[in-house]
């Protein structure tokens, strides 16, 4: 996995999400998300789910699917 992880970068293979709370505390902010705050998951470095005003930032192939999620 050297030179393919461990790396937010060009020809990295990146999975992560972005959620709201305490920088202070990213544990607890992680422990105590609901579905609703998550702003944005990465898989394979591709966006795959996120609110709109973070997917507005990434170009997108012609098939997406809008989701519901927590109500």
Do not use: H, K
């Amino acid at each position: 996995m050297e030179g393919r992880a461990g790396q937010i970068a060009p020809g990295y293979q990146a999975d992560f999400m972005v959620i709201g709370g305490d920088p202070a505390a990213p544990y607890e902010a992680l422990l105590d998300i609901d579905p609703c705050d998550v702003a944005l998951t990465i898989v394979g470095g591709r966006p795959m789910y996120g609110d709109t005003a973070m997917l507005n930032a990434f170009s997108f192939p012609t098939f997406t699917e809008c989701l519901n999620v927590g109500g």
